[in-house]
Every structure is written in C-alpha cells, then in structure tokens.
C-alpha cells in the first residue's frame, strides 16, 4: 500500500482519525498505552480500560483526549460498563475490534 501522507489526524497511510472514537482494554501499559497516545495525539477520543486506577489516571494525564474507566474485559458488567461509558461520555461511534487491529497496524 503506498503511503498518501500524514496530514493533520491521518495516519502514516493516510487514514483519518482525528475526531473518532476507539476504546483500547489494557490501555494503562505496553502496547495498549502507546497506541493510547498515538490515536490521542492524531485528534481520536481514546476510552482506555483497566483494572488498576492509578494507572490509567497517569496514562490520561499525558494527553487531554484519553479517558481512563476502571474495567476488567473478563467481566461480563464491566463490558456493559464500558459500553455505557462510551455511547454516553464519548462520541456516538464504536470501533469493532478488528477495525481497532487494523489501524493499529496503520499506525504503529
């Protein structure tokens, strides 16, 4: 694929972000944490999800656009938790995982 350029919130292969929503599980450390800030940084909304709050309160400090919410993914109502969280704090849109895969691979 060629790369079109990174415009103000595209990616490297020129895929807009800026002005989406995605939610990343896990986004307190590794690679969930860096694609936290990357998708912060191009102009997304990023709700991020962990268990541990002290450290999802520092990965939002980092950037005015990532929000942290207290979830566990192995929990049934933690899912709707994040669901509420999303469609009502967050904009009207949902990324399906593997469109998140995807611009991952864009991305990084």
């Known amino acids: 694929m060629e790369k079109t350029g990174q415009g103000p919130g595209k990616t490297e292969k020129g895929v807009t972000v800026k002005d989406q929503t995605i939610i ?7 690679i969930g944490k860096a694609a936290a800030l990357k998708f912060a940084e191009k102009g997304t909304q990023v709700l991020i999800t962990g268990r541990r709050a002290s450290s999802l309160e520092a990965v939002a400090a980092r950037h005015e656009n990532i929000i942290p919410l207290v979830a566990d993914s192995g929990d049934p109502a933690s899912a709707e938790l994040i669901i509420e969280k999303d469609m009502s704090d967050l904009n009207d849109c949902f990324e399906p995982p593997f469109a998140l895969a995807r611009r991952l691979y864009e991305i990084l």
Request: net charge neutral.
């Open 24 to 30: 990343i599980t896990g986004g307190s450390n590794g």
